[in-house]
């Protein structure tokens, strides 16, 4: 079972429609599926005349581009595992990559290669694959070119790794997940039906693994010309060229993104009038956000999507009723969709900060879990969701069993309400706990949210103060209107029992996850302020 095995039908069913469009290189940047997959071989050749084979790690350092998708179809094929990392990673995860994973081959560009040179874990690999010009001690990937493709896809067991990515764990620790060969093939027959995908569609790919799902279903891939050494969500522009020139059915972008998007399209005064499939992919998508991608596609079908790494569960704007608006506004939490239905969800007592024991049996585990409408910590059980880290060392465990299944612990807190619909509350370490009961600060940002005053808030324990912190979206001072508006929303919140307000012109987020709020340096500009 090799993922490998998967792209390869699309060669035979579609050989000739696109795959990739790459803006970059215009008129060249139509790649087809049989074009794609016959660069792949033959990188396959040029690895393995290197002396990579199955087994190894090699470190994908490249820019979203055909390039990108050949060389890991290539490791694919090799059996060898990609660790994927961003080309403008920072130092430290670079370092923390390559020592915990030990590639044994880098694929990148020359410049990162010159830029990584005072990286001691980096200088240590030893084969070094570079895209574009090369150095006499590099090797150019292109001497691939001229090489006889290499037609064996290595048969791999279904629970050989296949990436390793790495994302943000409990506390802010980076940490690093390996997926299978399974796991891909699982995940993209999920997200099919989440996604509603229809091959021959056009979509914007702004995300490596979202691209490599389109080349398993048959869907051409989109690559705006995106800018190196600049952060992917301020870059709208290369966006918008791409909609107008190609005219995409579909979109699946981060929150921050879609926002800067929008404002962008807003100041052009024109629409993603193409685009008839929106997805909104990260955690929270507050209500305002669904209305707001509205204005800018009021034809096109918006959802939101829960789960930072799999879709755990999805929500239509159009599904959203007004007693739904009505709840969250008083305080009952964000709305984010049924649960996917290939997985099992519960709801356990909140005990976030310990281990949980291991249940003998289904019918135990399902004594102790919460009835409909009371809120506890949410956790998962399904083939497609990841259960192994490397590196839990000093991190919470994330996973328990129940008789000889494994469930895996979210970290967020939520209850199901009576149509079987998953209701998010936030994560369980960020509940308040004092005199006045429990509360999260999501349903208090949730409940604000329908403000059009406000542009943002934090809602924190601050000098043991529920305390809520408010930037206004008016930034001209006007006295009058603030007060005004804040008067509005603390009456709107008498059930959060609000003890401090306190007004910043900016709440500040944090660099590397823009929608999570900096605390440390909000706590610092409260207490300047006093």
């Given at each position: 079972?090799?993922?490998?095995?998967?792209?390869?039908?699309?060669?035979?069913?579609?050989?000739?429609?696109?795959?990739?469009?790459?803006?970059?290189?215009?008129?060249?940047?139509?790649?087809?599926?049989?074009?794609?997959?016959?660069?792949?071989?033959?990188?396959?050749?040029?690895?393995?005349?290197?002396?990579?084979?199955?087994?190894?790690?090699?470190?994908?350092?490249?820019?979203?581009?055909?390039?990108?998708?050949?060389?890991?179809?290539?490791?694919?094929?090799?059996?060898?595992?990609?660790?994927?990392?961003?080309?403008?990673?920072?130092?430290?995860?670079?370092?923390?990559?390559?020592?915990?994973?030990?590639?044994?081959?880098?694929?990148?560009?020359?410049?990162?290669?010159?830029?990584?040179?005072?990286?001691?874990?980096?200088?240590?690999?030893?084969?070094?694959?570079?895209?574009?010009?090369?150095?006499?001690?590099?090797?150019?990937?292109?001497?691939?070119?001229?090489?006889?493709?290499?037609?064996?896809?290595?048969?791999?067991?279904?629970?050989?790794?296949?990436?390793?990515?790495?994302?943000?764990?409990?506390?802010?620790?980076?940490?690093?997940?390996?997926?299978?060969?399974?796991?891909?093939?699982?995940?993209?027959?999920?997200?099919?039906?989440?996604?509603?995908?229809?091959?021959?569609?056009?979509?914007?790919?702004?995300?490596?693994?979202?691209?490599?799902?389109?080349?398993?279903?048959?869907?051409?891939?989109?690559?705006?010309?995106?800018?190196?050494?600049?952060?992917?969500?301020?870059?709208?522009?290369?966006?918008?060229?791409?909609?107008?020139?190609?005219?995409?059915?579909?979109?699946?972008?981060?929150?921050?993104?879609?926002?800067?998007?929008?404002?962008?399209?807003?100041?052009?005064?024109?629409?993603?009038t193409p685009a008839y499939k929106i997805f909104i992919w990260g955690t929270p998508?507050?209500?305002?956000?669904?209305?707001?991608?509205?204005?800018?596609?009021?034809?096109?079908?918006?959802?939101?999507?829960?789960?930072?790494?799999?879709?755990?569960?999805?929500?239509?704007?159009?599904?959203?009723?007004?007693?739904?608006?009505?709840?969250?506004?008083?305080?009952?939490?964000?709305?984010?969709?049924?649960?996917?239905?290939?997985?099992?969800?519960?709801?356990?007592?909140?005990?976030?900060?310990?281990?949980?024991?291991?249940?003998?049996?289904?019918?135990?585990?399902?004594?102790?879990?919460?009835?409909?409408?009371?809120?506890?910590?949410?956790?998962?059980?399904?083939?497609?969701?990841?259960?192994?880290?490397?590196?839990?060392?000093?991190?919470?465990?994330?996973?328990?069993?129940?008789?000889?299944?494994?469930?895996?612990?979210?970290?967020?807190?939520?209850?199901?309400?009576?149509?079987?619909?998953?209701?998010?509350?936030?994560?369980?370490?960020?509940?308040?706990?004092?005199?006045?009961?429990?509360?999260?600060?999501?349903?208090?940002?949730?409940?604000?949210?329908?403000?059009?005053?406000?542009?943002?808030?934090?809602?924190?324990?601050?000098?043991?103060?529920?305390?809520?912190?408010v930037e206004m979206a008016d930034k001209s001072g006007d006295r009058t209107l603030?007060?005004?508006?804040?008067s509005s929303v603390l009456e709107s919140l008498q059930w959060a029992n609000v003890?401090?307000?306190?007004?910043?012109?900016?709440?500040?987020?944090?660099?590397?996850?823009?929608?999570?709020?900096?605390?440390?340096?909000?706590?610092?500009?409260?207490?300047?302020?006093?």
């Amino acid at each position: 079972m090799n993922i490998a095995e998967i792209l390869h039908k699309q060669v035979e069913e579609t050989p000739e429609t696109p795959a990739i469009l790459e803006m970059r290189r215009g008129a060249r940047g139509r790649v087809s599926f049989a074009e794609l997959e016959l660069r792949a071989r033959r990188g396959v050749t040029l690895l393995r005349q290197q002396g990579m084979q199955r087994g190894d790690t090699i470190l994908l350092m490249l820019p979203l581009s055909t390039d990108f998708y050949v060389a890991l179809i290539a490791i694919f094929r090799l059996g060898a595992i990609a660790l994927i990392l961003d080309p403008d990673a920072q130092s430290d995860e670079l370092d923390r990559a390559s020592t915990l994973c030990r590639p044994k081959a880098v694929i990148t560009t020359p410049k990162n290669l010159i830029w990584r040179f005072f990286s001691r874990a980096f200088r240590k690999i030893s084969l070094k694959f570079t895209v574009g010009f090369s150095l006499p001690t590099l090797i150019s990937w292109q001497r691939a070119q001229p090489l006889e493709p290499d037609p064996k896809i290595t048969e791999v067991e279904p629970e050989t790794p296949a990436v390793i990515v790495s994302t943000v764990g409990l506390y802010e620790q980076l940490k690093f997940i390996e997926l299978t060969h399974e796991h891909l093939i699982l995940q993209q027959k999920s997200l099919s039906e989440i996604l509603l995908t229809h091959p021959g569609e056009i979509d914007i790919t702004l995300q490596p693994l979202l691209g490599l799902i389109n080349i398993g279903l048959g869907l051409t891939s989109l690559l705006p010309k995106f800018k190196t050494k600049q952060p992917l969500i301020h870059q709208t522009k290369p966006i918008i060229d791409a909609v107008n020139k190609y005219h995409p059915n579909r979109i699946a972008a981060s929150p921050t993104l879609l926002e800067n998007l929008i404002e962008a399209l807003i100041k052009k005064r024109e629409l993603l009038t193409p685009a008839y499939k929106i997805f909104i992919w990260g955690t929270p998508v507050l209500p305002s956000l669904l209305n707001q991608v509205n204005q800018i596609a009021p034809q096109a079908e918006i959802i939101a999507i829960y789960g930072e790494t799999a879709a755990i569960a999805s929500l239509s704007r159009r599904e959203i009723e007004a007693n739904d608006v009505s709840q969250m506004q008083r305080g009952k939490g964000l709305l984010v969709g049924k649960p996917a239905p290939d997985i099992q969800l519960r709801i356990i007592p909140n005990q976030w900060g310990a281990p949980v024991a291991p249940y003998q049996n289904q019918a135990e585990f399902e004594a102790t879990c919460r009835p409909l409408a009371e809120p506890g910590e949410i956790v998962l059980q399904g083939d497609r969701f990841i259960t192994r880290t490397l590196n839990e060392l000093g991190d919470e465990p994330m996973n328990f069993r129940v008789g000889e299944q494994q469930w895996h612990r979210t970290g967020d807190a939520g209850y199901l309400d009576s149509q079987g619909r998953l209701w998010l509350l936030g994560p369980c370490q960020d509940c308040l706990q004092d005199k006045f009961g429990v509360i999260y600060p999501l349903t208090v940002e949730c409940a604000v949210d329908y403000n059009r005053e406000v542009q943002r808030i934090a809602f924190f324990s601050y000098r043991y103060q529920r305390t809520l912190v408010v930037e206004m979206a008016d930034k001209s001072g006007d006295r009058t209107l603030s007060q005004r508006s804040l008067s509005s929303v603390l009456e709107s919140l008498q059930w959060a029992n609000v003890e401090a307000l306190r007004v910043v012109e900016k709440i500040p987020m944090e660099k590397r996850y823009p929608r999570r709020v900096d605390r440390v340096a909000l706590e610092r500009i409260l207490d300047e302020q006093d």
